[in-house]
């Protein structure tokens, strides 16, 4: 079995070319063995976009982290959509150095003044 996620990977467009994101890319695949991995490239605005979906990537952390150290003062945000309702997670890795938040879902008050015919 195993559990599922997608990931989406960015980092700031001014510091990493896309000859860049297609070798991150490659890195990935080879690290984590998956040269299956369904992989998405966008090049949109200030960022880079590499969209993978629907994997068990149990190593990501440790592959990230290698990639960090070779692209030194590039930030590399990670967000994890896993299969579970709410599993929601950013990631942030920089230099060799991790640490993540998973997401806050705050439910609004009810707020009467909001209510209206239909």
């Known amino acids: 079995m195993g559990y599922y996620r997608d990931f989406l990977i960015t980092t700031p467009k ?7 994101v297609e070798d991150i890319v490659n890195l990935l695949k080879k690290k984590s063995g998956y040269s299956y991995f369904e992989v998405e490239i966008m ?3 200030t960022l880079n976009y590499i969209s993978i ?13 290698e990639i960090s150290r070779r692209y030194k003062n590039v ?7 896993g299969e579970d309702c709410h599993d929601l ?16 879902i705050i439910m609004p008050e009810f707020d009467e003044s909001k ?3 239909k």
């Not at 930030?75 to 959509?81: E, G, K, N």
């Not at 997670?89 to 806050?104: I, S």
């Open 53 to 65: 979906h629907d994997v068990k990537w149990y190593d990501c952390e440790e592959h990230m982290l």
């Open 14 to 20: 001014t510091v990493v070319q896309r000859e860049d």
């Open 89 to 104: 997670n950013t990631h942030f890795f920089m230099n060799g150095k991790t640490y993540y938040e998973k997401a806050k």
């Open 43 to 45: 090049y949109q605005n």
């Open 115 to 117: 209510m209206k015919e």
């Open 75 to 81: 930030l590399f945000r990670v967000d994890t959509d």
